[in-house]
């Protein structure tokens, strides 16, 4: 069994990757600004933040695998991209996997189509925080460090306002399309995107890449 180390753990994505991967048996660490107040029965609790440098490097030190679930954006401000340029190298010196959990707005609609977040229908107050996903994902990309890392686009409709039920299944995307089913639904439940996200970090299959998932 791996150390997963989830920064972001008790957000909604976050959330369901440590419940998921503590019920598989790994060992799982949560970090979050504040303490939960009732976190689950075998997690290990660290408090603190992605700007905290002496916090990072300790988790890297423990960890087999870190996931980064936290939010891309601090209001119209890029964040998440801020942190994602260093830690490849942080993860290539350590021998850690790096997972991030990104957005669906840079992913086309279908193939050769335009971007979700181009579309005239996409929420206005989400656009910095898919943007800001967006430059995570270049950063990663174009990073000249041997680490492995991959990164998870969800479908369209992903959030604790969509929570969707358990269903065990999902599909896997490629080449930068959002997944939706035949009717051009895209969605997929926190629950289901967790079992996707801790399948690849049991079973890698993505390397230096991005998938999306969906139903």
Avoid: C
């Avoid at 209001?75 to 260093?86: A, H």
């Avoid at 850690?96 to 189509?113: P, Q």
């Avoid at 335009?114 to 989400?126: G, M, R, V, W, Y």
């Amino acid at each position: 069994m791996s150390t997963i180390a989830v920064i972001g753990g008790t957000g909604y994505a976050g959330g369901h990757i440590a419940a998921e991967a503590l019920s598989r048996g790994h060992q799982v660490i949560s970090v979050s600004r504040n303490a939960p107040s009732d976190p689950p029965a075998g997690v290990e609790v660290r408090t603190g933040s992605i700007e905290d440098k002496a916090l990072i490097h300790r988790l890297f030190a423990d960890a087999d695998v870190v996931v980064i679930a936290i939010h891309g954006a601090a209001g119209n401000e890029p964040y998440l991209v801020n942190f994602v340029r260093t830690l490849p190298d942080l993860a290539a010196e350590h021998d850690v996997r790096l997972g991030i959990v990104g957005g669906a707005g840079s992913l086309h609609v279908a193939t050769g189509g335009p971007l979700l977040i181009d579309l005239p229908q996409f929420p206005a107050e989400h656009k910095a925080e898919a943007g800001s996903q967006i430059q995570a994902l270049e950063a990663l990309r174009t990073a000249e460090s041997s680490a492995d890392w991959f990164y998870v686009s969800p479908a369209a409709y992903f959030g604790a306002h969509v929570p969707g039920q358990r269903t065990g299944r999902y599909r896997i995307g490629h080449d930068d399309v959002l997944v939706s089913d035949a009717e051009g639904n895209s969605a997929i439940g926190g629950e289901d995107f967790a079992i996707a996200f801790v399948d690849e970090i049991e079973k890698p299959a993505h390397h230096q890449a991005r998938f999306a998932v969906g139903y």
